[in-house]
């Protein structure tokens, strides 16, 4: 079990680095959650009574997370509908020290009905123990089918027993750029030609990619996560969930051209400041030089929530016109149209009529228009309509993930701790010295 607690230790670290970065600045304005049409919260109060059976439950339902502050005042805007119908009173817990507060309750005998976390790991090494209800037998498996990709309920899959079931996405492998200086392709056909643009403007003297990869304890994540994804759609999703499960080496020539792949990015003459700059600068503040007068570089890779922190950061930039992103494009023309998600995922412990007319709730078309309306998150429900999210670059990724061939987690998210400090600090060191791959990689694979 202390792998598993390391595993969510890490994944939830990341989660609250993030959180922290995006709102940490004291010129960053707080984003007020907008409300939903009432129609829309009609209409969940009517899927919340479905959900329980078309009768009041009363009670109470205990529900373990990480949300704070702000999102968490959010998420209660899609759980009151709920609460409405139901009479259901939900007691959402939430803590930076996740993992210790679960593994507590846990030994406790005292467990939380429900859990929403990023941690998949941990929820998956809890299916293991039995310890989770299977919610195709909860929810059911048409409803599950209709409302969720297959890629989404595999991710929370554990021999053919659906464990969890996201409750909100975010979206990874997005290029961020200002159309007023951007001269570059926003559609290239792969990721070469993207590359090819990047190597004429380096050659012109500007360097092209902003990268930032200082993140406090979790320094190298962004560095990491980029070379999950592009091992992901390099190597193909069965080779990419062979490596996570440690079925492949990190030895391997396939992880190594994924690293070698992302070191295109940060070589000299590349990557705005040089190494230095790209190793000191926070990833919150690594697109400030797009903006510079004139622009010191024009391109940076980043998932959904990266537009907020620019544009909380940067409040006079107008979406779609002093800032845009368009996908990553394919790696490998074998495994087109694959994309990375990262997100919460909602697990049953304790099985009783409050708890599984809650997760049935959650499960709903309506209960995921709400989460899209929240402006902070994209449903992982695909009945949403697009046009609920009022949020300019929630609505185009939203538009992304639509027409995708796939959605994975990334590895990284469900390796245990000790894996994923090394990964991220094997982001850090191939930044500084790429000709030190083979050592590096023999480093991570030695560790695990």
Same mark, same amino acid.
């Given at each position: 079990m202390q792998q598993l607690r390391s595993a969510v230790a890490g994944a939830v670290t990341a989660v609250l680095v993030l959180s922290a970065?995006?709102?940490? @600045?004291?010129?960053? %304005?707080?984003?007020?959650?907008? &409300?939903?049409?009432?129609?829309?919260? &009609?209409?969940?109060?009517?899927? %919340? *009574?479905?959900?329980?059976?078309? &009768?009041?439950?009363?009670?109470?339902?205990?529900? *373990?997370?990480?949300?704070?502050? %702000?999102?968490? @005042?959010?998420?209660?805007?899609?759980?009151a509908p709920f609460e409405t119908a139901t009479g259901v009173e939900v007691q959402y817990e939430g803590t930076r020290d996740f993992a210790a507060v679960l593994q507590t309750r846990v030994d406790g005998g005292n467990p939380p009905d429900v859990v929403a976390t990023p941690a998949i790991g941990e929820m998956a090494g809890l299916a293991e123990k039995g310890e989770l209800a299977d919610l195709r037998e909860v929810v059911g498996d048409d409803v599950l089918d209709a409302n969720f990709s297959t890629s989404l309920l595999e991710t929370g899959s554990l021999n053919d027993q659906?464990?969890?079931?996201?409750?909100?996405?975010? *979206? #990874?492998?997005?290029?961020?750029? @200002?159309?007023?200086?951007?001269?570059?392709?926003? @559609?290239?056909?792969?990721?070469?030609?993207?590359?090819?643009?990047?190597? =004429?403007?380096? &050659?012109?003297?500007? +360097?092209?990619?902003?990268? #930032? *990869?200082?993140s406090g304890a979790a320094s190298g994540?962004?560095?990491?996560?980029?070379? /999950?994804?592009?091992?992901?759609?390099? %190597?193909?999703? =069965?080779?990419?969930?062979?490596?996570?499960?440690?079925?492949?080496?990190?030895?391997?020539?396939?992880?190594?051209?994924?690293? =070698? +792949?992302?070191?295109?990015?940060?070589? /000299?003459?590349?990557?705005? #400041?040089?190494?230095?700059?790209?190793?000191s600068t926070n990833f919150a503040k690594a697109a400030n030089p797009m903006f510079g007068e004139p622009a010191g570089c024009f391109i940076l890779q980043q998932a959904t929530f990266m537009g907020g922190i620019i544009t909380d950061s940067l409040p006079r930039l107008e979406p779609g016109k002093d800032l845009d992103f368009f996908a990553v494009p394919d790696f490998n023309p074998e495994y087109p149209g694959i994309r990375s998600i990262s997100g919460e995922i909602v697990g049953m412990i304790n099985e009783t009529p409050q708890s599984v007319a809650l997760v049935k709730y959650l499960a709903t078309r309506e209960a995921g228009t709400l989460i899209a309306s929240t402006g902070r998150w994209l449903s992982p429900n695909k009945n949403v309509d697009d046009n609920i999210y009022q949020d300019y670059f929630l609505r185009k990724a939203a538009q992304v993930i639509a027409e995708a061939e796939g959605t994975y987690s990334l590895g990284n998210s469900l390796m245990p701790q000790t894996t994923v400090d090394a990964f991220w600090k094997a982001g850090l060191d191939y930044t500084q010295n790429p000709e030190d791959v083979d050592a590096i990689l023999q480093t991570i694979e030695e560790t695990r």
């Amino acid at each position: 079990m202390q792998q598993l607690r390391s595993a969510v230790a890490g994944a939830v670290t990341a989660v609250l680095v993030l959180s922290a970065c995006s709102s940490s @600045d004291s010129n960053t %304005a707080v984003r007020e959650t907008p &409300e939903a049409p009432q129609s829309d919260v &009609e209409a969940a109060e009517a899927a %919340a *009574l479905d959900a329980a059976g078309g &009768e009041t439950l009363d009670g109470q339902v205990t529900m *373990l997370g990480v949300l704070g502050g %702000a999102e968490l @005042d959010a998420f209660r805007t899609v759980l009151a509908p709920f609460e409405t119908a139901t009479g259901v009173e939900v007691q959402y817990e939430g803590t930076r020290d996740f993992a210790a507060v679960l593994q507590t309750r846990v030994d406790g005998g005292n467990p939380p009905d429900v859990v929403a976390t990023p941690a998949i790991g941990e929820m998956a090494g809890l299916a293991e123990k039995g310890e989770l209800a299977d919610l195709r037998e909860v929810v059911g498996d048409d409803v599950l089918d209709a409302n969720f990709s297959t890629s989404l309920l595999e991710t929370g899959s554990l021999n053919d027993q659906v464990f969890g079931i996201f409750n909100s996405v975010n *979206l #990874g492998g997005l290029i961020w750029y @200002d159309p007023k200086t951007y001269e570059g392709p926003t @559609d290239p056909a792969s990721w070469e030609e993207l590359q090819a643009w990047a190597g =004429e403007t380096a &050659e012109s003297g500007t +360097t092209p990619w902003c990268v #930032g *990869l200082e993140s406090g304890a979790a320094s190298g994540w962004p560095a990491a996560d980029f070379i /999950d994804e592009i091992l992901l759609r390099e %190597a193909g999703p =069965e080779f990419h969930k062979r490596w996570r499960e440690g079925e492949e080496p990190w030895t391997s020539p396939e992880v190594k051209h994924a690293f =070698e +792949t992302y070191g295109g990015t940060v070589a /000299d003459g590349m990557v705005y #400041g040089g190494t230095t700059n790209t190793l000191s600068t926070n990833f919150a503040k690594a697109a400030n030089p797009m903006f510079g007068e004139p622009a010191g570089c024009f391109i940076l890779q980043q998932a959904t929530f990266m537009g907020g922190i620019i544009t909380d950061s940067l409040p006079r930039l107008e979406p779609g016109k002093d800032l845009d992103f368009f996908a990553v494009p394919d790696f490998n023309p074998e495994y087109p149209g694959i994309r990375s998600i990262s997100g919460e995922i909602v697990g049953m412990i304790n099985e009783t009529p409050q708890s599984v007319a809650l997760v049935k709730y959650l499960a709903t078309r309506e209960a995921g228009t709400l989460i899209a309306s929240t402006g902070r998150w994209l449903s992982p429900n695909k009945n949403v309509d697009d046009n609920i999210y009022q949020d300019y670059f929630l609505r185009k990724a939203a538009q992304v993930i639509a027409e995708a061939e796939g959605t994975y987690s990334l590895g990284n998210s469900l390796m245990p701790q000790t894996t994923v400090d090394a990964f991220w600090k094997a982001g850090l060191d191939y930044t500084q010295n790429p000709e030190d791959v083979d050592a590096i990689l023999q480093t991570i694979e030695e560790t695990r």
